[in-house]
């Protein structure tokens, strides 16, 4: 009983807290358009073309995708970031091979391939366009990574 009165405390205190923050700064889609006409079509940003890899922000970051992704297929019988990511195939393609962690399981046993959880590349890696960030920020990365 306790932990479910503090739990509600946190959660209304979350709610109340972030909306006001939000609501100055993010836009949503739609604009201030009433919901019953038809909002703005959004323009479709253009992903970044192939770049060298782009620096990290933090040691446990997924690297960003530093190249297009457009078509590239991740279903249950293909994974086209494999064809050229995987131990087998990155020599051949000059990517670098997906890190030991990706095929370790949620148990913490490694297996002999990408484990299931870290198959969807894109569910942790994504590729990048040139866009405003929508909310402010002011992150450094630590010194050790930056390198300055
Ligand atoms: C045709 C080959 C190819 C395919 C397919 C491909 N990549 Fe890549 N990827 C590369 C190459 C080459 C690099 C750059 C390596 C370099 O310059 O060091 C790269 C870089 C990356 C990096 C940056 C690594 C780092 O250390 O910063 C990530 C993350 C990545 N790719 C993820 C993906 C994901 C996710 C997919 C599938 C949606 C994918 N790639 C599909 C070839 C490919
Ligand atoms: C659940 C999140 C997650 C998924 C799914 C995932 N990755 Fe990663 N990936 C990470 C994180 C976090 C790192 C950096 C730390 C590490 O190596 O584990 C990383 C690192 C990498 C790197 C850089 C390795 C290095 O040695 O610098 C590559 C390349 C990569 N991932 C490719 C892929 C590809 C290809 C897939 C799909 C088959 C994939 N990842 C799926 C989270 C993910």
């Known amino acids: 009983m306790k932990h479910l009165i503090k739990h509600t405390i946190i959660m209304l205190g979350i709610t109340l807290i972030i909306p006001t923050i939000n609501a100055a700064e993010v836009e949503s889609l739609r604009g201030a358009n009433p919901l019953n006409e038809k909002a703005k079509k959004p323009v479709p940003k253009r992903w970044q073309s192939d770049r060298a890899p782009i620096q990290r922000d933090f040691v446990h970051q997924p690297p960003l995708i530093p190249h297009a992704i ?79």
């Open 70 to 148: 457009e078509g590239y297929v991740i279903n249950i019988r293909s994974n086209k970031c494999l064809s050229c990511h995987s131990w087998a195939n990155y020599k051949d393609k000059g990517a670098t091979k997906i890190s030991l962690t990706h095929f370790t399981d949620r148990d913490g046993n490694d297996l002999s391939n990408v484990s299931a959880r870290r198959y969807f590349c894109t569910q942790c890696h994504v590729s990048q366009v040139d866009a405003k960030p929508l909310v402010s920020n002011t992150f450094k990365p630590v010194k050790s990574i930056m390198g300055r």
